[in-house]
């Protein structure tokens, strides 16, 4: 009856005796740690403890065999494959009707998914607790330049304008007033630019007005003839408006990308593309500049630097979307953004959106959906 019972478990379950050796072991046991039924019999199955793990597995289990008490631990395998997979296993000690030790019961459980959950919610906690961290020193930093550009231009500006009209007050000579004043309208109309400039580069407000389409030519062509740089706008002509946040994610990683191509890169050439496919709007932002390895940028995000990195990324998350990069030194880089399509004022909440999108993307259920080859 206990064999017939057990091996219809949905968890592992092992008999062992009095000297720890496995007399018997159902289906699922024998699922989870990868072996035939007489492979798993005997100390058969420390063999596929992980090599970190062993050691101070087989110390403890050997402790609860010499002191006849339960073992309770989490523990790594080792599979055939090579691929790990976490159990936790707990074992109860079995006694006679006269009381005395025959061995122990266990019950081993698959706890894979758990471990790769809690890894990602350390993961992410840690690079929030960085952004954190780093948050008031971007706060600062910013405050520190626009109180500069107030202050080295557009309040020299305003001196030089007070000057002048101060000047045209003492000396009203119409010659000379007429060219104070052309002096001041000159000044003044810099002064406009720049807290025009200024402003722009706080917010675009073409992002609001016109949409993302218009506002992303509009900044790569900005950015483009700051730079020197030879740059090419290509966008799906079917993208619709999309909710703010998304189109405002979307704008700012691509912002954050060129930031980067112009500051590191030392490229000569800057492509940014946006194409609607079936359930997601792809970003692209591609230049010729000298590249890197992905992975040295990932683990200095990890460690609190390339922060730009690192919000792009949490942009991108935060609406559900994700971001990849394609680089290597000496041949360029190529960042991907993936957001949901959100219409604008649609009602669809962004992560049930998201869920829709998958990773990688699955095709709509439904007939003639649009979507669009990469351009050529």
Not at 99 to 111: K, N, P, W
Not at 315 to 339: D, M
Request: charged share 25%.
């Amino acid at each position: 009856m206990f064999r017939k019972l057990s091996e219809s478990s949905p968890m592992g379950i092992a008999v062992m005796d009095t000297k720890g050796q496995c007399t018997y072991t159902n289906l699922r046991y024998r699922a989870v740690f990868g072996v035939t039924f007489m492979e798993s019999l005997g100390q058969g199955w420390t063999r596929w403890i992980h090599p970190e793990d062993r050691p101070q597995v087989l110390v403890e289990w050997a402790a609860a065999i010499r002191q006849q008490h339960e073992y309770t631990g989490e523990l790594r395998l080792q599979l055939r494959d090579a691929a790990v997979r976490w159990v936790a296993l707990r074992s109860s000690i079995m006694l006679d009707d006269q009381g005395v030790f025959r061995g122990h019961a266990a019950i081993a459980e698959d706890i894979t998914e758990r471990k790769r959950a809690e890894d990602n919610l350390r993961k992410t906690t840690e690079r929030l607790q960085i952004l954190s961290r780093r948050l008031l020193d971007v706060q600062e930093t910013e405050r520190r330049a626009i109180a500069r550009e107030l202050h080295d231009e557009i309040g020299q500006a305003l001196t030089a304008t007070k000057i002048n009209l101060q000047t045209a007050l003492r000396f009203p000579d119409p010659a000379a007033v007429t060219q104070t004043l052309q002096d001041s309208i000159e000044l003044v109309s810099g002064l406009l630019q720049q807290v025009r400039n200024l402003s722009l580069d706080l917010h675009a407000p073409m992002l609001d007005d016109l949409g993302l389409v218009a506002a992303l030519r509009w900044y790569v062509d900005r950015q483009a003839q700051r730079a020197g740089l030879r740059a090419q706008f290509l966008n799906d002509p079917s993208v619709p408006r999309l909710d703010t946040a998304v189109e405002t994610a979307c704008f700012r990683v691509a912002q954050e990308a060129i930031t980067n191509v112009i500051r590191h890169a030392g490229a000569r050439t800057l492509a940014v593309e946006l194409h609607r496919q079936i359930q997601a709007l792809h970003l692209i932002v591609r230049d010729d500049g000298t590249g890197f390895d992905p992975a040295d940028i990932q683990g200095r995000a990890t460690e609190g630097f390339s922060l730009g990195w690192l919000s792009m990324q949490e942009r991108t998350a935060l609406v559900g979307g994700r971001l990849e990069c394609e680089s290597a030194p000496n041949q360029g880089t190529v960042v991907h953004g993936y957001f949901p399509l959100v219409l604008r004022a649609s009602g669809v909440n962004q992560r049930h959106a998201a869920r829709k999108m998958g990773f990688p993307l699955k095709p709509q259920r439904r007939q003639n959906a649009p979507g669009l080859s990469p351009p050529t």
